[in-house]
């Protein structure tokens, strides 16, 4: 569907938005770009395989963005996702094992993945608490989970309301809903509950990089660590052993 044809904004963290924007997931320029940037942080902290067969969750993983990031690195990966056009992309952008799942009940049986990523999604849910569960619920002992977000925060809302989702790159306007943001101490407890202790930092785009990209002079951006976690920050624990 083309730009012109797309229809009206939708309400705000309508899932159908996505069926809506499903050409847009591989644009290196269009609407889901800075979702490609945050996909290259991520894999950047995800741990080598310890194991022979060991396996990546990948919850919701959207059109397969972390596939390329993770081939060659020895992990069976596996993604879910509730749209049914980014599981089709997915597939057809080299995740071969991809699941269609609501993230509040993942169609995963307990303690079977390695690491589990869950990557810009905590900020959609209805229940962070029941979220966090199942990602813990499938993540074995001694795995680790790693998760980037949106702080609630009023910085964050003016940052990704009010300035992402009006420039090149950032959002698209409406994706999110400002009153599902993550609570950064909830976040942590939630995790702990599940004998996670989790890690956060700050995360931002490179200032430079950001200005070459907008001038055409590079094809992505690179996150870097920010000394804050009030707008995006990366969260990384180990589950306990019993």
Known sequence: MSQRERPGPRPRNDPTQYEDLADQWWEPRGAFAMLHWLAAARAAIIPPPTRPGAVLVDVGCGGGLLAPRLSGA???????????????????????????????????????????????????????????????????????????????????????????????????????????FVDRKALATACARH??????????????????????????????PARSTSVLFQGIGVKERA
């Open 74 to 180: 020895g992990y069976a990966h596996v993604g879910v996702d509730l749209s049914p056009s980014a599981v089709g992309i997915a597939r057809r952008h080299g995740l071969r094992h991809v699941l269609r799942g609501d993230v509040h009940a993942l169609p995963l049986s307990a303690e079977t993945a390695d690491v589990v990523a869950a990557g810009e999604i905590l900020e959609h849910v209805a229940d962070l608490s029941l979220v966090v569960g199942e990602c813990c619920r499938v993540l074995r002992p001694g795995g680790t989970l790693i998760i980037d977000t949106i702080a609630d925060t009023r910085l964050a809302r003016a940052v990704a309301i009010g300035i992402a989702e009006r420039v090149p790159g950032g959002a698209p306007r409406h994706l999110h809903d400002p009153a599902l």
């Open 195 to 224: 004998g996670v202790r989790l890690r956060l930092r700050g995360l931002r785009p490179h200032a430079g990089d950001a200005a070459r990209w907008l001038a055409g002079l590079r094809p992505d951006v690179r996150m870097v």
